[in-house]
């Protein structure tokens, strides 16, 4: 079975996140975790997408979440995939 690739890891913890599959704990647990240990494939698999990631959804979103109501929390990480999502379908990646 081919292994998946760091991005789409990462875009789908994210999506089951904002699903509502997962819960703000375990996203908040996991988040930076899950970003470090597949930071560097996801580098060496495209590195400007790599860093887009980072600064929407960590810098951004993630970082950005602290005292925000379960609700807010999870509409700021969505805004904030959105942006990186358009940001690759807008062709700036």
């Not at 997962?22 to 970003?35: I, P, S, T």
């Not at 470090?36 to 960590?58: I, S």
Request: proline content about 2%; glycine content about 4%.
């Amino acid at each position: 079975m081919p292994r998946k690739s760091a991005f789409r890891f990462m875009i789908e913890f994210i999506q089951e996140y904002l699903d509502g599959k997962n819960e703000r704990l375990f996203f908040d647990l996991d988040f930076n975790h899950y970003l470090n240990q597949n930071y560097v494939k996801m580098e060496k698999e495209n590195p400007d997408l790599a860093e887009c990631f980072v600064f929407y959804l960590a810098e951004r979103g993630f970082d950005q979440t602290k005292g925000l109501s379960d609700a807010a929390h999870r509409e700021h990480i969505s805004q904030q995939f959105d942006k990186f999502k358009s940001a690759m379908s807008d062709g700036i990646l």
